[in-house]
């Protein structure tokens, strides 16, 4: 029926009339669909690396070749004073969820922050020395609002935790040019850095000596302003980077940074119980952020005490008392932390945390002390408010920011796994394990999100791949990312074995598409130990196969070959033709690249032998094969057999295999062309007949009109002479005539002087009582000149006696038998063979004239 026209049974009646109730609309499953689903796409990208176009695959490996001109991207160029604003604000970590904080002033540092612009100011690159919590972070993102008209490319905010000189410089290239899903060689890259002038700021740095050098030479417009920690490599002598060295606070910025923290005045205890603090932490501003932490929560838990007793337990609105205002008796129910608690103060910090706060705690133990991004925090934990425990460790000071991310404040860590924070640890990093595989190998999730959770992912590696037990259903392993399965079942103690493989199959492809390649190197080495412990060969297969992709890239051909035939190996195992193929022509580009090319027994080596296709030469017809010349065993031949080579061979060819394979085509060139030669040899001589007519078609006529009774006879050869008689000559028609063909009634009458001679007379035939003269003419054409007369004989009807008897004498006449007729030509015999050959000619030949006859 028409949707837009409804009919009667839309609201409950029948054809008939009928009122019957109108059905209610069906409600929404209680229950999931457990059918089967259409999988999603894999998430794949296209990418510029240098000279190659690659295409990251995560289902049968990445492919890569050699970028085609019209896929080139141009030259980038720089991004404008907006795009580089919006760069940085995402280069900063995020803000915690809650009420906005306050930023608070940096106290005691205003000398070494003019000192640092001057230096700047004058094109010097400067670094930064300063322990772990001594504010070093807070003061260079000052010292970066005050340089930020320095440059002409203005500031640029880097990361050099766990980064490496290649890693900066790309980082650099990205932040300046707009340049999305491009990466350069290393000889564009350099060329494009040094055009960059700007202010670069490097926080966590873990380079120094020739790797800081390196990088300073690849950018001589630009000025550094480096953070490092005292056991950071130092500078090289020569390198001309000033250093300043950031000291601890003195004892009154340490009590005014507890009084900022807690927004009030101290009382004389906690100020001397401060001061201790002072002598205690040698002036490090992050201990006076957590003590006034710990001060803050006192002051909360006395509040709160206060609260109770005055207005009930279950009332809502409970007033903040300050604490001066109270009596000297409720000051001595919850005393001052002690000086050891106040030099360790992590443990009794989260003891008065939010249940999430604590649990977000545990697992940034159990991952190295990396904080998963508050966004994941709710699904980790289990709890749907628990990315405001983020805010919470932000403001005791347990967490510090390190690039896009936060981390654990010096010292937590350790402090937190003396209190039992890491007795589950390994159960943490399962679940965060679980979360992250099937996060990032969600089709929604860009790659670039994945490679900001890169350091908390690639923790959870380094800790689950160890513990890696091979798979109870070992089918050459999954090979299909982005679909986890059952990870959510975190009792299942079969699927913790491919677990490690599983995260690394998702997380791999993620980190190649966000540009983030020391991640993708690192997972993919992970991810290759995984799935040898797990004795998983396809995903194996797959991590031979992207390592010898990325060192293609990279310029290590050796690595790369070595790689991919580990990879052809075990998929020729599995029988995995696609993946073979992606494999085998990356193998091509590296036997391009580095001049080898390969022979016939080393391309084949350790992979299936693939079946015929339609650009190979298909075999010769039977006919043909037939018609091949054969060799002797023991024969010399061009082209020798090869021996076959192991399966395990992979020397490189060079230059003895070019050559080599060269003359195996030079001889396959000789053996086609004999083969050829005798095919067409064949074929020109196999009608050949020895009694064909049509061999005997001759252009001169065969045939004549006779004199007496102008029936046509065959012009029998006879034997000549050589002399033409005594006293004429005999000469044919050469004049064409009017029509220019020869051999017509136009042509006009030889002139000649015919003579008989003596044997040209009629002669009698004997027995028969009288003489029949039989004239026979001759023809230029078809008589046949011999040097000396041919005698015939033949048997004579008249003797009866059946002896043969000569028919030619040099006397002149003699006596003929019937049949033989001597002409000037010389005498001839018709025999009844040559009367059928005589007919077969007239019929085929041309009939003469009388012109023609002498």
Not at 100 to 117: F, S
Not at 312 to 322: I, Q, S, W
Not at 555 to 571: H, I, N, Q, T, Y
Not at 804 to 810: E, H, I, N, R, V
Request: glycine residues 12%.
């Amino acid at each position: 029926m028409d949707p837009n026209a409804r009919g009667p049974e839309e609201y409950g009646h029948d054809g008939d009339g009928g009122n019957a109730p109108r059905p209610r609309p069906s409600r929404d499953p209680l229950t999931p669909d457990f059918g089967q689903h259409t999988p999603a796409l894999a998430r794949t990208v296209r990418l510029v690396a240098g000279d190659h176009l690659l295409t990251v695959n995560p289902v049968d490996g990445s492919e890569i070749e050699l970028c085609p001109p019209t896929q080139r991207p141009e030259s980038p160029a720089k991004r404008t004073p907006e795009q580089r604003a919006e760069a940085e604000r995402a280069a900063r970590p995020p803000s915690p969820a809650g009420p906005g904080r306050r930023t608070p002033p940096l106290l005691g540092r205003q000398d070494e922050r003019e000192q640092l612009v001057r230096l700047l100011a004058r094109g010097r690159s400067v670094r930064l020395t300063g322990p772990a919590g001594s504010g070093r972070t807070s003061l260079l993102d000052l010292v970066a609002e005050d340089c930020e008209d320095l440059a002409p490319d203005g500031v640029v905010r880097l990361t050099g935790f766990r980064r490496t000189t290649a890693d900066l410089l790309h980082a650099l290239f990205h932040a300046v040019y707009d340049a999305d899903l491009h990466r350069p060689a290393d000889e564009e890259l350099a060329a494009l850095v040094r055009e960059i002038g700007a202010v670069v700021v490097v926080d966590d740095l873990d380079l120094g000596g020739a790797a800081l050098d390196v990088l300073l030479d690849a950018t001589p417009e630009c000025a550094f302003l480096l953070g490092a920690t005292p056991d950071t490599p130092s500078p090289s002598a020569d390198s001309a980077v000033e250093e300043v060295v950031l000291t601890g606070l003195e004892r009154a910025g340490g009590v005014e940074v507890i009084e900022r923290v807690v927004d009030r005045s101290l009382t004389e205890e906690e100020a001397n119980w401060a001061g201790d603090l002072w002598f205690e932490s040698e002036g490090l501003p992050l201990r006076f952020v957590q003590a006034g932490a710990l001060l803050l929560q006192r002051d909360r838990l006395r509040a709160d005490a206060d609260a109770v007793d005055e207005f009930g337990v279950f009332e809502d609105a409970r007033p903040f008392t300050a604490p001066a205002a109270a009596g000297a008796g409720e000051a001595e129910e919850i005393p001052l932390p002690s000086l050891g608690e106040a030099a360790a103060p992590a443990p009794l910090l989260a003891a008065r945390l939010s249940a999430s706060a604590r649990a977000t705690l545990r697992f940034a133990v159990a991952l190295d002390g990396e904080v998963p991004h508050q966004a994941h925090l709710p699904a980790l934990v289990g709890d749907t408010h628990a990315d405001a425990a983020l805010g919470e460790l932000v403001d005791c000071g347990l967490v510090s920011p390190v690039g896009a991310r936060y981390r654990l404040a010096a010292g937590v860590q350790t402090q937190l796994a003396a209190a039992g924070y890491g007795d589950d640890a390994e159960a943490r990093v399962q679940s965060a394990a679980q979360h992250y595989a099937w996060w990032a190998g969600h089709p929604s999730v860009t790659p670039d999100r994945v490679s900001a959770e890169a350091d908390a992912i690639l923790a959870a590696l380094a800790v689950i791949v160890p513990a890696t037990t091979p798979s109870t259903e070992n089918s050459g392993g999954s090979g299909k990312p982005g679909n986890p399965g059952n990870l959510g079942s975190g009792e299942n103690a079969e699927d913790t074995g491919s677990l490690s493989v599983q995260l690394a199959r998702t997380a791999a492809p993620a980190f190649a598409g966000g540009l983030h390649w020391s991640a993708w190197e690192t997972a993919l080495h992970e991810g290759a130990e995984a799935s040898r412990l797990a004795g998983e060969t396809a995903d194996r297969a797959y991590f031979h196969h992207e390592l010898g992709v990325l060192a293609l890239c990279a310029g290590d051909l050796d690595r790369a070959r070595s790689e991919l035939e580990a990879s052809l190996d075990l998929r020729a195992a599995l029988a995995d033709k696609r993946g073979a193929i992606a494999g085998r022509r990356a193998l091509a580009l590296v036997a391009d690249a580095s001049g080898d090319v390969p022979g016939p027994a080393e391309a084949t080596a350790g992979e299936e032998v693939p079946e015929a296709r339609h650009e190979e030469s298909a075999s010769p017809p039977r006919g043909i094969t037939a018609a091949l010349p054969t060799f002797a065993p023991d024969a010399e031949t061009v082209v020798a057999a090869r021996p076959v080579a192991p399966a395990a061979h992979h020397g490189r060819g060079g230059i003895r295999g070019f050559a080599r394979r060269n003359l195996v085509a030079v001889g396959a060139g000789a053996l086609l062309v004999a083969v050829l030669g005798t095919v067409v040899t064949l074929g020109a001589t196999s009608n050949n007949d020895a009694n064909d007519p049509s061999d005997r078609v001759n252009v001169n006529p065969s045939a004549s009109t006779g004199l007496d009774d102008g029936e046509l006879g065959a012009a029998t050869p006879g034997a000549d002479t050589g002399t033409g008689g005594a006293g004429g000559t005999t000469s044919s028609p050469t004049d064409p005539g009017p029509d220019g063909t020869m051999g017509t009634s136009d042509d006009p009458t030889p002139t000649a002087s015919a003579t008989p001679t003596q044997g040209a007379s009629s002669s009698p035939t004997s027995g028969s009582g009288g003489t029949s003269p039989t004239p026979t003419p001759s023809s230029s054409g078809t008589s046949s000149h011999s040097p000396s007369p041919s005698p015939t004989t033949s048997p004579t009807s008249g003797s009866g006696s059946g002896s043969p008897s000569p028919s030619a004498s040099p006397s002149g006449t003699s006596p003929t038998p019937s049949g033989t007729s001597t002409s000037a030509s010389g005498p001839t015999t018709s025999s009844p063979a040559s009367s059928i050959s005589s007919s077969q000619s007239t019929g085929a030949g041309t009939q003469g004239t009388p012109d023609q006859v002498i």
